[in-house]
């Protein structure tokens, strides 16, 4: 299984790991830690040497609850930050973590080569064109709703069923624009509760049906320090754990915050593979 990004073909038979940026002052976990130019580059240089094959930029909070912000706050915030990584790092592999097209659209004229998206296209209906028009990889992830209200009560009538169809539906949008690389990502905590999450981490395997490359994104998650009755910055353990158990049932890319404990659990999973 490959997916290609600056016309390098990536080989995802061996996990990759993404690094999280969030250029927030209100992420869950690191919210404000990496605003300036100093921390930013001294952030993604701690992951790339560490073994992150892709680094995602954030600059819109999708935490439940989280505030909302303007499309020119989020292009402000995003533009700089990414313009200056590509700089420092021309030959990175940088994907812009945004629901916007307009965003997802300067991100990749400033060098990112791929567009992660929270909504799957549900909030921006211009978002798949900007994709398939630049040729680059998508992360196609489920979600209920918006960051506001996703967690109000989510409902499934059989959860696996419905982001199955929820896939099938969008993969099929996305080939009709000729989109060739997708990515799916089931939205661990967007518009899931702690029922909805074991049960989709206990059957991801179910989600390699379509024969694409499956992100697991849980890093430090509430999924796993409420069940521990601790915080975000306690739960590395707890990542590492539920990393571990995605790595089995067919994740090829982790996106995390800890990217060194995230490239050796990978190590360790290859070598039990191997």
Same mark, same amino acid.
């Given at each position: +299984?490959?997916? $290609?990004?600056?016309?390098?073909?990536?080989?995802?038979?061996?996990?990759?790991?993404?690094?999280?940026?969030?250029?927030?002052?209100?992420?869950?976990?690191?919210?404000?830690?990496?605003?300036?130019?100093?921390?930013?580059? =001294?952030?993604?240089?701690?992951?790339?040497?560490?073994?992150? $094959?892709?680094?995602?930029?954030? #600059?819109?909070?999708?935490?439940?609850?989280?505030?909302?912000?303007?499309?020119?706050?989020?292009? /402000?915030?995003?533009?700089? #930050?990414?313009?200056?990584?590509?700089?420092?790092?021309? =030959?990175?592999? /940088?994907?812009?973590? $945004?629901?916007?097209? =307009?965003?997802? =659209?300067?991100? *990749?004229?400033?060098? #990112?080569? +791929?567009?992660?998206?929270?909504?799957?296209?549900?909030?921006?209906?211009?978002?798949?064109?900007?994709?398939?028009?630049?040729?680059?990889?998508?992360?196609?992830m489920h979600m209920l709703g918006t960051?506001?209200?996703?967690?109000?009560?989510?409902?499934?009538?059989?959860?696996?069923?419905?982001?199955?169809? !929820?896939?099938?539906?969008?993969?099929?949008?996305?080939?009709?624009?000729?989109?060739?690389?997708?990515?799916?990502? %089931?939205?661990?905590?967007?518009?899931?509760?702690?029922?909805?999450? !074991?049960?989709?981490?206990?059957? *991801?395997?179910?989600?390699?049906?379509?024969?694409?490359?499956? *992100?697991?994104?849980i890093s430090r998650k509430s999924m *796993?320090?409420?069940?521990?009755?601790?915080?975000?910055?306690?739960? /590395?353990?707890?990542?590492?754990?539920?990393?571990?158990? #995605?790595?089995?049932?067919?994740?090829?890319?982790?996106? %995390?915050?800890? %990217?060194?404990?995230?490239?050796? $659990?990978?190590?360790?999973?290859?070598?039990?593979?191997?």
């Amino acid at each position: +299984m490959h997916i $290609t990004c600056k016309g390098t073909l990536i080989d995802l038979s061996s996990p990759k790991i993404m690094g999280i940026l969030n250029i927030t002052p209100d992420s869950f976990y690191d919210g404000g830690k990496y605003t300036s130019d100093t921390t930013i580059l =001294k952030q993604v240089e701690k992951m790339l040497t560490k073994g992150a $094959t892709f680094i995602d930029v954030g #600059a819109y909070s999708s935490r439940p609850k989280a505030q909302h912000i303007t499309e020119d706050e989020e292009l /402000l915030r995003s533009s700089h #930050a990414i313009e200056l990584i590509i700089s420092a790092f021309p =030959k990175i592999f /940088l994907s812009v973590d $945004t629901f916007r097209s =307009k965003v997802a =659209k300067q991100a *990749l004229l400033a060098g #990112a080569c +791929m567009v992660n998206d929270i909504s799957g296209g549900s909030l921006d209906k211009n978002m798949f064109e900007i994709v398939a028009k630049n040729n680059v990889p998508y992360i196609l992830m489920h979600m209920l709703g918006t960051p506001q209200n996703m967690q109000d009560n989510p409902q499934y009538d059989n959860i696996i069923f419905d982001i199955r169809h !929820y896939f099938s539906e969008k993969i099929t949008q996305l080939r009709s624009l000729g989109v060739n690389d997708i990515i799916l990502d %089931v939205g661990f905590g967007f518009g899931k509760n702690l029922e909805h999450n !074991y049960t989709l981490l206990k059957n *991801l395997n179910l989600f390699t049906c379509f024969d694409l490359p499956v *992100l697991a994104g849980i890093s430090r998650k509430s999924m *796993l320090y409420n069940v521990l009755k601790t915080t975000a910055k306690k739960s /590395l353990n707890a990542t590492t754990i539920a990393n571990t158990i #995605a790595l089995q049932n067919g994740a090829a890319i982790l996106r %995390v915050h800890d %990217v060194k404990e995230a490239q050796e $659990t990978v190590q360790i999973f290859n070598q039990l593979n191997n």
